[in-house]
């Protein structure tokens, strides 16, 4: 996969002939956005994804965005998966926020990227003040006789499939039903960092994880832990974990503590070699909710049986949803 990334003031290169475009925020990369490459996918040629960094909103109203689903190098990455041949990255800024969907068009499709075709969700709006929508795109691209293609609401099981939903999903915990609107397990990737070593002298290491992205609920978690390259391409290895989320309430002094991602791989040794190591962690089930315990011992009785419940998880439940299914045939 090639990886285009754009300034705001110059159009883009052309992508090569015969290529579909499929423009969105694209947050979360979830079965709705899956079900716009599909469509791309059906026509001949290639298929580029186009989407904006920062977010519009982290621009023009950061004070009400929500939290990131994932990060621009998870959303790279599952665009691998798919098998996405083109990746456009539209820097976005203020001049961008101003040009109306006219100018937008002429800049970065017509004459910048010169698709042979446009896929967009029903709910895609571009140009100052969102003012142009699908309709707009097809008339616009239409003169030039570029055809637009928009794929309606995708519903699973009556659920409306959106990052708004999974967000909320995620945010109470529930990572199973996340992982269905996504299609692979919620993750969260993230550096490595030194903390107070208490799982250690527990019996149980604990990768200390900076997270840059929405975490779920506190609490602790089944998950799966992977290591990443300088590249930010996975290692071929994943390993089954237990992750807490949370304060460490046994060890708190009533003091004000700060919620922290801590996450003990099984069946493998986590030593210093990790520190300063980016590692993604994929969320499989949430298991119990974080607790004060009296003593130290109570709180190692518990891991060890969160560690046993989440083995056994793990083993039935595999690593199949670790990433995103392909989309047709591979490049």
């Not at 996975?234 to 807490?244: F, L, T």
């Not at 003091?255 to 070699?273: C, K």
């Not at 300063?276 to 994929?282: D, I, P």
């Not at 607790?291 to 011992?297: N, R």
């Amino acid at each position: 996969m090639r990886v285009l990334d754009t300034s705001s003031s110059a159009s883009p290169e052309a992508l090569p002939p015969a290529t579909t475009v499929v423009i969105g925020a694209f947050d979360g990369m979830h079965l709705g956005h899956q079900a716009l490459v599909e469509r791309a996918r059906a026509g001949a040629g290639s298929v580029a994804l186009v989407t904006f960094e920062p977010r519009p909103v982290d621009v023009l109203a950061p004070e009400r965005a929500s939290p990131r689903l994932q990060s621009p190098t998870q959303r790279e990455r599952v665009c691998r998966d798919l098998g996405i041949d083109h990746l456009v990255v539209l820097r976005f800024d203020r001049e961008v926020s101003r040009l109306d969907p006219a100018t937008f068009v002429e800049r970065f499709l017509l004459e910048g990227l010169r698709p042979a075709r446009v896929v967009v969700g029903y709910d895609f709006h571009f140009g100052a003040d969102r003012s142009g929508g699908p309709a707009t795109l097809h008339e616009l691209l239409g003169r030039a006789g570029v055809p637009v293609e928009v794929v309606a609401q995708v519903a699973l099981d009556g659920e409306k499939v959106g990052s708004t939903t999974i967000r909320e999903l995620v945010g109470r915990g529930d990572v199973g039903a996340a992982a269905t609107l996504l299609g692979r397990y919620f993750a969260v990737e993230g550096e490595v960092v030194r903390g107070a070593q208490r799982g250690r002298k527990l019996g149980f290491p604990t990768a200390n994880v900076a997270s840059r992205t929405m975490r779920p609920r506190g609490g602790v978690y089944a998950c799966w832990l992977t290591l990443l390259d300088r590249g930010g391409h996975r290692e071929a290895e994943s390993w089954p974990a237990v992750a807490n989320i949370g304060s460490n309430p046994t060890f708190a002094d009533g003091a004000a503590t700060t919620t922290g991602l801590e996450v003990h791989a099984l069946d493998v040794e986590l030593d210093d070699s990790l520190y300063g190591r980016e590692v993604e962690v994929a969320f499989v089930e949430r298991l119990r909710s974080e607790q004060k315990f009296a003593k130290a011992e109570d709180l190692e009785l518990a891991i060890a049986d969160d560690v046993a419940v989440a083995r056994e998880l793990l083993e039935e439940r595999g690593d199949a949803l670790l990433h995103v299914r392909r989309i047709g045939a591979p490049r």
